[in-house]
């Protein structure tokens, strides 16, 4: 299966805003309101900063935020801190055969 | 205060076997949706397969036949059984919990990882 399509980098500075954007398709990202985003630190475990499509978990700060447009989602860091740079990931369930695609990651560097 | 703790990763030569294992504490691993992601060195995540708590398991074609998920409940753990391995399944392996609250398909919690090397 193919992998939803993320920016390979992006990057902003300390207090701007950023947007990293996820494409796939109507079979997952188009389909379902199940899309998460996800940080990840060099050698540490993924963790969950969005979940269907625009909900934070407890804990995440409100200057992350999700959205969705057809067949795209995006994710938002606003007010950016030096502690955001990281690789993010977007994830998309895709129905009961494909079950979950994952995007190919973005490194977000702050300036 | 949940963890899940993976085990099992080493270096292995193609063709071979191993298991991984995921302990489980603060949630029950019968009663939730378990999977198991990997990422190879230097690149993106990839989901693996999935136990569901009715029973059901499911795979990512490219490892259809060689790997097996499988729970032990008194154990409260998951595991991972890796058969014909080959070089590109060299990776990190997590284990994750998968929410299915109302509205919820994501990865809420995540072990640390274990290594698997494929090598000769």
């Known amino acids: 299966q193919s992998a939803l399509t993320q920016p390979r980098s992006v990057s902003g500075s300390p207090g701007q805003s950023v947007t990293i954007s996820c494409t796939g398709s109507s079979s997952d990202v188009g389909g379902y309101n199940y899309v998460s985003w996800y940080q990840q630190y060099p050698g540490k475990a993924p963790k969950l900063v969005i979940y269907s499509v625009n909900k934070r978990p407890s804990g995440v700060p409100d200057r992350f935020s999700g959205s969705k447009s057809g067949n795209t989602a995006s994710l938002t860091i606003s007010g950016l801190q030096a502690e955001d740079e990281a690789d993010y990931y977007c994830c998309s369930y895709a129905g009961s055969y494909i079950f979950e695609v994952f995007g190919g990651g973005t490194k977000l560097t702050v300036l | 205060e949940v963890q899940l703790v993976e085990t099992g990763g080493g270096l292995i030569q193609p063709g071979g076997s191993l298991r991984l294992s995921c302990a489980a504490s603060?949630?029950?691993?019968?009663?939730?949706?378990m999977t198991w992601v990997r990422q190879a060195p230097g690149k993106g995540l990839e989901w693996v397969s999935v136990f569901y708590s009715g029973g059901a398991t499911y795979y990512i074609d490219s490892v259809k036949g060689r790997f097996t998920i499988s729970r032990d409940n008194s154990k409260n753990t998951l595991y991972l059984q890796m058969d014909s391995l080959r070089v590109e399944d060299t990776a990190v392996y997590y284990c994750?919990?998968?929410?299915?609250?109302?509205?919820?398909?994501?990865?809420?919690?995540w072990g640390q990882g274990t290594l698997v090397t494929v090598s000769s």
């Open positions: 603060g949630l029950t691993v019968s009663s939730n949706y």
């Open positions: 994750a919990r998968t929410n299915r609250g109302t509205g919820r398909w994501d990865f809420d919690f």
